[in-house]
């Protein structure tokens, strides 16, 4: 699996991507900066990679999932509950497809709420 590092103020957090077509099309396109928004215990952003809903599409993720949300061409991390989860699990707004997942504890996302930027790339 394709090593990934995720680069928030001065917080380095480790990642890998899965060997799936849109994985593989998002690590092609590293690095990747871009502007954070967030959405409960999410973070996504624009990525300037567009694909459809894969064989990985899902609305069923879990805490430090890596998503690629085709709708807004964005990439999601997940660390805790969404505006509409009906439990402690994140809930994406709608299908989004699976390609990674967060190596070091997702908790550190809690701690950079409110920042600005993010930088993917290639480790």
Avoid at 53 to 62: A, F, L, P, Y
Avoid at 66 to 75: D, R
Avoid at 85 to 104: C, Q, T, Y
């Amino acid at each position: 699996m394709p090593k990934i590092r995720i680069i928030i103020q001065e917080h380095v957090i480790n990642a890998e991507l899965y060997e799936t077509p849109c994985a593989i099309k998002i690590y092609e396109s590293l690095p990747i900066e871009s502007n954070i928004n967030e959405w409960g215990d999410e973070f996504y952003f624009p990525i300037p990679v567009s694909f459809e809903n894969d064989h990985t599409s899902t609305r069923i993720v879990k805490i430090g999932d890596i998503c690629y949300w085709p709708p807004g061409s964005a990439l999601c991390i997940f660390f805790g509950p969404t505006p509409i989860s009906r439990n402690d699990e994140p809930l994406p707004a709608s299908e989004v497809n699976i390609v990674g997942k967060i190596s070091d504890d997702p908790d550190i996302f809690k701690k950079l709420r409110g920042a600005k930027k993010i930088r993917i790339e290639k480790n």
